[in-house]
């Protein structure tokens, strides 16, 4: 995520701005107006726009409306009443920032942003091929997704592979721990819970989405159906 344009009639915002972002190393076009913006967005790939409201020739608004990619958006304004930020964020902003602002605000927003996108493609990129590349190592307790192998202890490879086998249904919590850890849910008993835990928690340590493995409130368990 490193191409920014910045939509800002003020030059000396403009100027600010380009300094800062590329201090940290981004890649900076600039617009004064909403057609600059409209026309830049069409020739070139953005990954975040900054996008002021008050413009002339064509308003941050309009652009919010005629803009046809879906790149977030954080806009940046003096007007900062309610309906202000509510017509935004129902026009697709993804942020909003009041001027006066600091640079260090921006970029923590910035940061913010770039976060849930990671988090979005890390909980969506197995949808397409998880099934074909999910690897079993019997022998060792690993597990082999997307290239990315995750060691587990015998306990938890064996309920992965369980739900694994069984994704897209729910699996009760009874019928895990009678056939994976060989004996009967007792009412106060977390064995289960505790390993189900620690297998997501390799998950994520593995960069690999820890909802991979479902809680199904007062059902049980389930793999992400693909």
Same mark, same amino acid.
């Given at each position: 995520?490193?191409?920014?344009?910045?939509?800002?009639?003020?030059?000396?915002?403009?100027? %600010?701005? =380009?300094?800062?972002?590329?201090? +940290?190393?981004?890649?900076?076009?600039? @617009?004064?107006?909403?057609?600059? /913006? #409209?026309?830049?967005?069409?020739?070139?790939?953005?990954?975040?726009?900054?996008?002021?409201?008050?413009?002339?020739?064509?308003?941050?608004?309009?652009?919010?409306?005629?803009?046809?990619?879906?790149?977030?958006?954080?806009?940046?304004?003096?007007?900062?009443?309610?309906?202000?930020?509510?017509?935004?964020?129902?026009?697709?902003?993804?942020?909003? %920032?009041? =001027?006066?602002?600091?640079?260090? +605000?921006?970029?923590?927003?910035?940061? @913010?942003?770039?976060?849930?996108? /990671? #988090?979005?493609?890390?909980?969506?990129?197995?949808?397409?091929?998880?099934?074909?590349?999910?690897?079993?190592?019997?022998?060792?307790?690993?597990?082999?997704?997307?290239?990315?192998?995750?060691?587990?202890?015998?306990?938890?490879?064996?309920?992965?592979?369980?739900?694994?086998?069984?994704?897209?249904?729910?699996?009760?919590?009874?019928?895990?721990? %009678?056939?994976?850890?060989?004996?009967?849910?007792?009412?106060?008993?977390?064995?289960?819970?505790?390993?189900?835990?620690?297998?997501?928690?390799?998950?994520?340590?593995?960069?690999?989405?820890?909802?991979?493995?479902?809680?199904?409130?007062?059902?049980?368990?389930?793999?992400?159906?693909?």
């Amino acid at each position: 995520m490193k191409n920014v344009l910045v939509v800002d009639d003020d030059l000396v915002i403009q100027s %600010l701005l =380009k300094s800062c972002l590329e201090a +940290e190393g981004y890649a900076v076009s600039l @617009a004064s107006n909403g057609n600059e /913006a #409209l026309a830049k967005l069409k020739l070139s790939s953005m990954d975040i726009i900054i996008l002021d409201i008050n413009m002339p020739s064509l308003d941050g608004i309009e652009v919010l409306k005629l803009r046809q990619d879906k790149t977030p958006v954080i806009v940046i304004s003096s007007l900062d009443t309610e309906q202000d930020r509510v017509n935004v964020f129902e026009l697709g902003a993804d942020d909003f %920032l009041s =001027k006066p602002f600091s640079q260090r +605000e921006l970029l923590v927003r910035i940061n @913010a942003i770039k976060r849930r996108i /990671a #988090l979005v493609r890390n909980e969506h990129y197995l949808n397409d091929d998880l099934a074909m590349d999910v690897l079993f190592d019997d022998s060792n307790y690993s597990v082999s997704i997307s290239a990315k192998e995750v060691c587990f202890t015998q306990t938890e490879f064996k309920l992965f592979k369980y739900l694994f086998e069984r994704k897209g249904n729910v699996v009760a919590k009874d019928e895990l721990q %009678l056939r994976v850890l060989q004996k009967e849910l007792g009412q106060f008993d977390r064995n289960l819970d505790m390993h189900i835990s620690n297998t997501r928690r390799k998950l994520a340590a593995t960069q690999l989405p820890k909802s991979l493995i479902n809680t199904v409130r007062g059902k049980g368990y389930s793999f992400a159906e693909q």
